[in-house]
């Protein structure tokens, strides 16, 4: 089964200054913007600002069938 869930990804953005704004990446892809006038982010759809963190909206599996537990990553096989 799988669940929309958040991931605080905060020590992951990078922000590049510009004059009324810090533009926020995270992995290289423009993820949104801090107004600097009015002190508000601005973020794309799948991200949500609370505190002062970013979360990213993640797809996770809820409760892993334990057939894919032990995987062998290396080989691609379970």
């Known amino acids: 089964m799988l669940k929309l869930t958040s991931m605080d990804v905060t020590n992951e953005v990078v922000g590049k200054l510009g004059e009324e704004e810090v533009r926020l990446f995270y992995e290289n892809e423009q993820i949104g913007r ?29 409760s892993p069938d334990e057939k894919y537990v032990d995987c062998d990553d290396e080989r691609g096989w379970c």
């Open 34 to 62: 801090l107004n600097l006038t009015n002190r508000r982010f601005e973020l794309k759809t799948g991200y949500h600002e609370k505190s002062g963190r970013i979360f990213k909206h993640v797809t996770v599996t809820a």
